[in-house]
């Protein structure tokens, strides 16, 4: 009997072992929570939409981009285009991200100069997300437009065009509820579509239900405080002073009027002077108040030795998107070495006009690192290129935008759950940074030539000079071609003089015609000699 009992146990661990890959890929099979994209066509009865352009569809982390698209069958163009999505997180929607540069659709009838969607939770599942957009330059068939929320617009004599527009889809299950920044309804046929077409722009789709559209803001009426403030200078400029009508009125009681009356038509006069100056409100995407966990442990700070910084998260800046600052500034001498913070890929290297010299880095986790200002790189600091953590990517410098302060690292961390925003999923480091330790046993590599092209001035050449000083780059030393050393012959008797004295060579100087000369003089005498003696024998 227990021979019975483990050959069954053996044909059930069997059993789930065969079993278990298969639950797996049901796993990653499942239906998908979100989706998003640029543009969609819906035709009436449709139970799948057809998507124009980048998009995503899935319930996992997924993005695709676009350079450049062209769709000649629905007459779309795209610039710049992007979608990407977090997945699923709680069974709903986690979130997605879509912008695109310059866009038209249907040969032009709708076109802008770009445009953001994005998908944002609310709620433990998801339920009762919005889409958050921002539309810039909006051209209805050629005339511009103001893109007011809720608002409504005729489209030629074929269409209508609703701006932040949600429509539930119940064919499209398990996607049936939908929004986008821009969605036209055809009440004609047009380009082969026929009517009852819905063409959705800057979209994102949920399981979920979407929180209730915000109604279209009514245009403030006009305050009538502005018009005493507007006024009262010239009053108070064709008013006599209170000298001129002292002498007419009593005095205690003529001298607190002109006095009482100025002082509080200056006050709203200087009030109205700060409005007018103070720069306005930001409209876009404000700065996140979340520090989510980044999922992997072991990071380390990105500066060898240490940096002087401060908690600059989220402080205006106008030269940058949002118009608020996206990370912290690490202050340290320009050559200092920068690291990598985890094990992960390298990815847009090269130049930024307000970045600098810059790249990113994606640790396994899907987390994002941004680094910018750099004076230059290593050999490490190649596109695809894998990295271990704390080995040196390139050096501090000032290029970009900070070429007018002190060199330092601006640095960015970008989790893996905000991805969805964009750039402006950027969190405050401060709280990361605090927590991780220097690298230990930096081996610090010598820069590389700077990869590409950059344009004159930003530092982007001189801190590269000022890093070599600091850290020169290894010199090749070229092969040295030794002299052929000319073969000595062996002496013949044409080289040897008369009387041991070697003969000066061809193209010698004057000092060696004499022992020459003197040679030959030897040698006459020497023949004379023999000559004489052979003529006396014969006598």
Same mark, same amino acid.
């Given at each position: 009997?227990?021979?019975?009992?483990?050959?069954?146990?053996?044909?059930?661990?069997?059993?789930?072992? *065969?079993?278990?890959?298969?639950?797996?890929? &049901?796993?990653?099979?499942?239906?998908?929570?979100?989706?998003?994209? *640029?543009?969609?066509?819906? $035709?009436?009865?449709?139970?799948?939409?057809?998507?124009?352009?980048?998009?995503?569809?899935?319930?996992?982390? $997924?993005?695709?981009?676009?350079?450049?698209?062209?769709?000649?069958?629905?007459?779309?163009?795209?610039?710049?285009?992007?979608?990407?999505?977090?997945?699923?997180?709680?069974?709903?929607?986690?979130?997605?991200?879509?912008?695109?540069?310059?866009?038209?659709?249907?040969?032009?009838?709708?076109?802008?100069?770009?445009?953001?969607?994005?998908?944002?939770?609310?709620?433990?599942?998801?339920?009762?997300?919005?889409?958050?957009?921002?539309?810039?330059?909006?051209?209805?068939?050629? +005339?511009?437009?103001?893109?007011?929320?809720?608002?409504?617009?005729?489209?030629?004599?074929?269409?209508?065009?609703?701006?932040? &527009?949600?429509?539930?889809?119940?064919?499209?299950?398990?996607?049936?509820?939908?929004?986008? =920044? *821009?969605?036209?309804?055809?009440?004609?046929?047009?380009?082969?579509?026929?009517?009852?077409?819905?063409?959705?722009?800057?979209?994102?789709? &949920?399981?979920?239900?979407?929180?209730?559209?915000?109604?279209?803001?009514?245009?403030?009426?006009?305050?009538?405080?502005?018009?005493?403030?507007?006024?009262?200078?010239?009053?108070?400029?064709?008013?006599?002073?209170?000298?001129?009508?002292?002498?007419?009125?009593?005095?205690?009681?003529?001298?607190?009027?002109?006095?009482?009356?100025?002082?509080?038509?200056?006050?709203?006069?200087?009030?109205?002077?700060?409005?007018?100056?103070?720069?306005?409100?930001?409209?876009?995407?404000?700065? *996140?108040?979340?520090?989510?966990?980044?999922?992997?442990?072991?990071?380390?700070?990105?500066?060898?030795?240490?940096?002087?910084?401060?908690?600059?998260?989220?402080? $205006?800046?106008?030269?940058?998107?949002?118009?608020?600052?996206?990370?912290?500034?690490?202050?340290?001498?320009?050559?200092?070495?920068?690291?990598?913070?985890?094990?992960?890929?390298?990815?847009?290297?090269?130049?930024?006009?307000?970045?600098?010299?810059?790249?990113?880095?994606?640790?396994?986790?899907?987390?994002?690192? #941004?680094?910018?200002?750099?004076?230059?790189?290593?050999?490490?600091?190649?596109?695809?290129?894998?990295?271990?953590?704390? $080995?040196?990517?390139?050096?501090?410098?000032?290029?970009?935008?900070?070429?007018?302060?002190?060199?330092?690292?601006?640095?960015?961390?970008?989790?893996?759950?905000?991805? #969805?925003?964009? #750039?402006?999923? +950027?969190?405050?480091?401060?709280?990361?940074?605090?927590?991780?330790?220097?690298?230990?046993?930096?081996?610090?590599?010598?820069?590389?030539?700077?990869?590409?092209?950059?344009?004159?001035?930003?530092?982007?050449?001189?801190?590269?000079?000022?890093?070599? =000083?600091?850290?020169?780059?290894?010199?090749?030393?070229?092969?040295?071609?030794?002299?052929?050393?000319?073969?000595?012959?062996?002496?013949?008797?044409?080289?040897? +003089?008369?009387?041991?004295?070697?003969?000066?060579?061809?193209?010698?100087?004057?000092?060696?015609?004499?022992?020459?000369?003197?040679?030959?003089?030897?040698?006459?005498?020497?023949?004379?000699?023999?000559?004489?003696?052979?003529?006396?024998?014969?006598?």
């Amino acid at each position: 009997m227990s021979r019975v009992t483990r050959v069954a146990a053996a044909l059930l661990a069997l059993v789930a072992a *065969l079993a278990a890959p298969t639950l797996a890929r &049901a796993d990653t099979t499942a239906p998908p929570c979100v989706a998003a994209g *640029l543009v969609a066509v819906i $035709e009436p009865g449709a139970t799948a939409a057809t998507d124009v352009g980048p998009a995503v569809s899935a319930a996992t982390t $997924e993005g695709t981009t676009a350079p450049t698209f062209h769709d000649a069958q629905y007459g779309v163009d795209l610039a710049d285009a992007a979608a990407g999505a977090a997945g699923c997180v709680a069974g709903g929607p986690g979130g997605t991200h879509t912008a695109t540069g310059a866009w038209s659709v249907l040969g032009g009838a709708l076109r802008g100069s770009s445009l953001v969607a994005d998908l944002v939770p609310a709620g433990g599942d998801g339920s009762g997300w919005h889409l958050r957009t921002r539309l810039e330059g909006l051209q209805i068939a050629g +005339a511009p437009s103001d893109a007011t929320s809720g608002a409504t617009a005729a489209v030629a004599d074929w269409g209508t065009l609703t701006v932040d &527009a949600q429509v539930a889809l119940p064919r499209l299950a398990p996607l049936r509820w939908w929004a986008a =920044a *821009l969605e036209l309804e055809l009440l004609k046929p047009h380009l082969g579509l026929p009517a009852g077409t819905l063409v959705l722009v800057g979209y994102a789709a &949920a399981n979920k239900t979407a929180a209730p559209p915000t109604p279209p803001s009514k245009p403030a009426p006009t305050t009538t405080a502005t018009t005493p403030t507007t006024t009262a200078p010239p009053a108070t400029t064709t008013a006599p002073p209170p000298t001129a009508t002292a002498p007419s009125a009593s005095g205690p009681k003529a001298k607190p009027k002109p006095h009482t009356k100025p002082k509080p038509r200056k006050k709203p006069r200087k009030k109205a002077r700060k409005k007018a100056h103070a720069p306005p409100k930001p409209t876009g995407p404000q700065p *996140l108040t979340i520090t989510p966990p980044l999922r992997l442990g072991g990071y380390v700070f990105p500066v060898a030795g240490g940096a002087d910084w401060g908690d600059t998260y989220g402080a $205006e800046r106008s030269d940058v998107p949002g118009g608020w600052h996206h990370g912290d500034d690490l202050f340290a001498p320009l050559g200092t070495p920068v690291v990598a913070v985890a094990d992960g890929t390298i990815f847009a290297v090269g130049w930024n006009h307000v970045g600098g010299w810059r790249l990113w880095l994606r640790d396994a986790a899907g987390n994002s690192f #941004y680094y910018a200002h750099l004076s230059g790189y290593t050999r490490l600091a190649r596109n695809d290129g894998q990295v271990r953590r704390g $080995e040196v990517l390139g050096f501090v410098g000032n290029t970009g935008d900070a070429v007018t302060t002190e060199p330092h690292l601006h640095f960015e961390v970008h989790p893996n759950g905000t991805l #969805y925003l964009g #750039y402006d999923g +950027a969190v405050d480091p401060s709280t990361y940074l605090r927590a991780w330790p220097l690298a230990s046993h930096v081996h610090v590599l010598p820069p590389v030539q700077l990869p590409g092209i950059a344009p004159t001035g930003f530092g982007s050449v001189a801190d590269f000079r000022k890093l070599l =000083a600091v850290h020169p780059m290894p010199i090749k030393p070229h092969p040295v071609q030794k002299a052929k050393a000319t073969p000595r012959l062996p002496a013949s008797p044409s080289r040897v +003089a008369v009387g041991g004295v070697r003969p000066a060579r061809a193209g010698s100087g004057g000092d060696g015609a004499l022992p020459a000369v003197f040679a030959i003089v030897l040698l006459a005498c020497g023949l004379g000699a023999v000559a004489h003696t052979a003529r006396l024998g014969r006598t």
